[in-house]
């Protein structure tokens, strides 16, 4: 049965009406850190947290635009948690042993913004509150990370930060059984009965329970109210109960009485599981007229009801307006870590240098090591040496065993298809609820969410996460990739099965329109790989990319080496190369990628058997191509006047390269079920379509 604490009862604004207002101490009290720690003993909570409702309704009716309605119902949970147990330090938001706080809700960034500004970090001052939503600002609509430095991650899709904070904690988790006593901090998270509509959370929060990551915690504002209205229009799951089943401690709360919310917390931090409380607020909480309706959620209050609900509040200021005690109060919240801070960097500088050193560059510093370019270049000489008929998927497997023996902070795994993905290299260990030691975490069949979790882990630090599907199942992780690339976040997606090629299995799983979608979306690098040396320089490319996400779209069937001289440089740096030279001038280039680049190769055989010049441009990477200036992209293009592109999927984006009149060898329908040689040959994938596809643009020679 779900769990009262004792203390909880209904809400009402009259049980928090603000006290009459305290007379601000002498600025030379307020300066020093003894009588800042006593002044925050001598406010009110209820004032510390009027605090946030006030600057949210400011800010919203400043800029006529926003959600004011999550930031005041859920002032009083958010103000006990960074004031009784939030660990950081506001001089330093990158303190790797911080705790993290992850505002799912989004919409409800005002909230988080106040707290940031409140409790001192210099990156968020009044003037950035006032430029809330405003071009430029560091106070956008929802909050990202890459906007704001002090935001651990991007939120505003419902369900992504509940989904991303299992990553979170799971890293926090493996780092300490690595590190030991320097990693030991919690991950909180404000989520919304959005986040907990939302698919993607039900895979978040079963991995989570599995894992029994017990310094997760998650803080639902159970405001029963959503965009149309009461949520009892579309939901009547018993949260939780469902979290219970997940394997959750899970529990009900006044979330506007501090000292329920407080018992809560403390509950939670001496669970053996991750906690979920479901703190029952009022949405809106003040507002004379729309607390507790959906009028609160996502719109100004206008003048009149704002000033009805600070009359409520008991709250005699003006717009962006804060006592100086209530401030003082918040600034002493946001210094009492140094003290913790000052003890960790103690315990850090006292570590073995050679541990203290891999945490430094993995963690504080987030570089890759030297290694790895040594590492690939010797791969790729025994490649070379030793050439291998095998699917790039393979290749991958291949180029992982080397790149695991360099690179300590690889975190692979796979949802559910580990034989497939070739994602488990011979000595990879699972992460398992009782061992965190382990470098292959086995994700479940929930795309999303380990998309999701990929982002938490990217972007606590200290490791690289890859983790593998198949190529059409990145419909499902879509959104968890989207912001991936919106923030920045350098994970890798390693998508297999990625063209008919899968054969049997039919169009269900035959993407077609995959590459072209995912080439799509800004900041998202995609390369398909023709055979394994150019599998071992994609991997390269991947995981020095630490500005955002990538795709190494690979084949299930067998590939010919396409790469069979030594190259020390990495030949797919630029997104494309030519792989084989025009017999004089070229009348004729072949772009291909993946397992096409072999069809290429064949077609220039017949081209040449006709006596027509032609040349063979292997593009691993269409985006990455077409990010080259204007000069590199030219001179790899070339100025053969006949351009065909032959790729086993559609031709949207690739008339940037081979222009409108162009030929194609590809897809333009959804694929079948037979074998793959089959296949090829049913839609005319082939070398004699490509050179045929190059003749006829000739005037058919």
Known sequence: MPNWLPGSRPPSVHDHATPARH????????????????????????????????????????????????????????????????????????????????????????????????????????????????????????????????????TGPLGQGVASSVGTALAERLLAAEFGEIVDHYTYVLCSDGDLMEGVSHEAI??????????????????????????????????????????????????????????????????????????????????????????????????????????????????????????????????????????????????????RSEFQRRVIDRKRPAALDGAIRKLKDRLVAEPQTIATRKASELALEAIVEVVPEMLLGSADLTPSNNTRTKHAKDVTPDDFSGRYIHYGIREMGMAAAMNGIAMHGGFAPAGGTFMCFADYARPSMRIAALSHVPVVYIMTHDSIGLGEDGPTHQPVEHLASLRAMPNMRVFRPADPVETAECWQLALENTKGPTVLALSRQNLTPVRTSKSDDNRCARG???????????????????????????????????????????????DLLLQQDDATRKAIIGDAPVKVAVEAAVRFGWDAVIGPDGGFVGMSSFGASAPAKDLYKHFGITAEAVAEAASSRLGGK
């Open 23 to 154: 007379a601000p101490l002498p600025a030379k009290c307020r300066q020093q850190h003894d009588f800042r720690r006593l002044h925050m003993a001598q406010v009110d909570h209820s004032r510390m947290a009027n605090a946030i409702r006030a600057l949210a309704m400011d800010a919203v009716e400043k800029a006529k635009s926003g959600h004011p309605g999550l930031p005041m119902g859920a002032a009083d949970v958010a103000t006990v948690l960074f004031t009784d147990f939030l660990k950081f330090d506001a001089a330093d938001a990158h303190w790797p042993d911080r705790d993290r706080f992850i505002l799912s809700a989004g919409h409800g960034s005002m909230l988080l913004y106040a707290l940031l500004y409140l409790t001192g970090n210099s990156e968020l001052t009044l003037d950035q509150i006032k430029a809330f939503r405003q071009l430029d600002s560091r106070t956008p609509g929802h909050p990202e990370n890459c906007i704001t430095d002090s935001v651990e991650t991007t």
């Open 206 to 355: 079963a991995l989570a329970g599995h894992l029994k990551l017990s310094k997760l915690i998650f803080l639902y504002d159970d405001n029963g109210i959503s965009i149309d209205g009461p949520l009892t229009l579309t939901d009547n799951v018993d949260q939780v109960a469902r979290f219970q089943a997940h394997g959750w401690n899970s529990m009900r709360i006044d979330g506007h009485d501090h000292k329920a919310i407080a018992e809560a917390i403390k509950a939670a931090k001496a669970s053996d599981r991750p906690t979920m409380i479901a703190c029952k607020t009022t949405i809106g909480f003040g507002a004379p007229t729309r607390a507790g309706t959906s009028k609160a959620h996502g719109e100004p209050l206008g003048a009149e009801e704002l000033a009805g609900a600070k009359k409520a509040l008991g709250w005699d200021y003006g717009p962006f307006e804060i006592p100086d005690d209530v401030l003082q109060a918040w600034r002493a919240v946001g210094s009492k870590g140094a003290k913790a801070h000052g003890a960790w960097q103690a315990k850090f500088d006292k570590m073995d240098k050679e541990l």
């Open 576 to 622: 494309a190369y030519e792989l084989i030279a025009a017999d004089g001038k070229a009348s004729v280039t072949i772009f291909a990628t993946g397992s096409e680049v072999e069809i290429a190769v064949a077609a220039h055989k017949l081209l040449a058997d006709k006596g027509i010049s032609a040349r063979v441009v292997s593009v691993p990477s269409l």
